[in-house]
T-cell receptor, first 114, second 112 residues
Framework: SAVISQKPSRDICQRGTSLTIQCQVD?????MFWYRQQPGQSLTLIAT?????????ESGFVIDKFPISRPNLTFSTLTVSNMSPEDSSIYLC???????????FGSGTRLTVV | AQKITQTQPGMFVQEKEAVTLDCTYD???????LFWYKQPSSGEMIFLIY??????QNATEGRYSLNFQKARKSANLVISASQLGDSAMYFC?????????FGAGTRLTVKP
């Protein structure tokens, strides 16, 4: 199954700034997914990113706040823009893998906004 | 509507004993997949076990087994011989079509 390298693993950021999270997959994958996990909560899908097209955002998430790039089949970035303390979460990228179409996840980015 | 329900916010188990983490789901699609993931404090999501909706046998992976009761729409995770390293959050998830949705999670604490 695919292996995803995600960075940074954690960061502490000032409110009003932006952070870009990168995910590199060791094989070509069609779709990548970005999730947010707020403290003590489950994973919520932010958007689905296909190479060569605009990301598809879930209800409650907008491109201006969470712009996503997908320049090729092995790489994607998520930017958290104009951050506020409410954006403090773990952000995870993932992709489908294997015959059962389960998901493989990056190691996560633990973001704290102060 | 909530599609994946985990009713146990927290569970405690004595080391070396077995524990069952509950998961129920809701779908009208005959084809779906059920997954369990472990999330330690580091935040990574670790795949544990998978059950397909058409699978006749319950899935097993080492100390993990999935008690799949299709008519009841339940997919409980059984961890045998608990170890201290099993202390973590556990998420049940369902793949329906192209999407993966997660339950609220259960925090398991293994006591020495």
């Amino acid at each position: 199954s695919a292996v995803i390298s995600q960075k940074p693993s954690r960061d502490i950021c000032q409110r009003g700034t932006s952070l870009t999270i990168q995910c590199q997959v060791d094989s070509q994958v069609t779709m990548m997914f970005w999730y947010r996990q707020q403290p003590g909560q489950s994973l919520t899908l932010i958007a689905t990113a296909n190479q060569g097209s605009e990301a598809t955002y879930e209800s409650g998430f907008v491109i201006d706040k969470f712009p996503i790039s997908r320049p090729n089949l092995t790489f994607s970035t998520l930017t958290v823009s104009n951050m506020s303390p409410e954006d403090s979460s773990i952000y995870l990228c993932s992709t489908r893998t294997g015959i059962d179409y389960g998901y493989t996840f990056g190691s996560g980015t633990r973001l704290t906004v102060v | 509507a909530q599609k994946i329900t985990q009713t146990q916010p927290g569970m405690f188990v004595q080391e070396k004993e077995a524990v069952t983490l509950d998961c129920t789901y809701d779908t009208s699609d005959p084809s779906y997949g059920l997954f369990w993931y472990k999330q330690p404090s580091s935040g990574e999501m670790i795949f544990l076990i998978y059950q397909g909706s058409y699978d006749q046998q319950n899935a097993t992976e080492g100390r993990y087994s999935l008690n799949f009761q299709k008519a009841r729409k339940s997919a409980n995770l059984v961890i045998s011989a608990s170890q201290l390293g099993d202390s973590a959050m556990y998420f049940c998830a369902m793949r329906e079509g192209g999407d993966m949705r997660f339950g609220a999670g259960t925090r398991l604490t293994v006591k020495p």
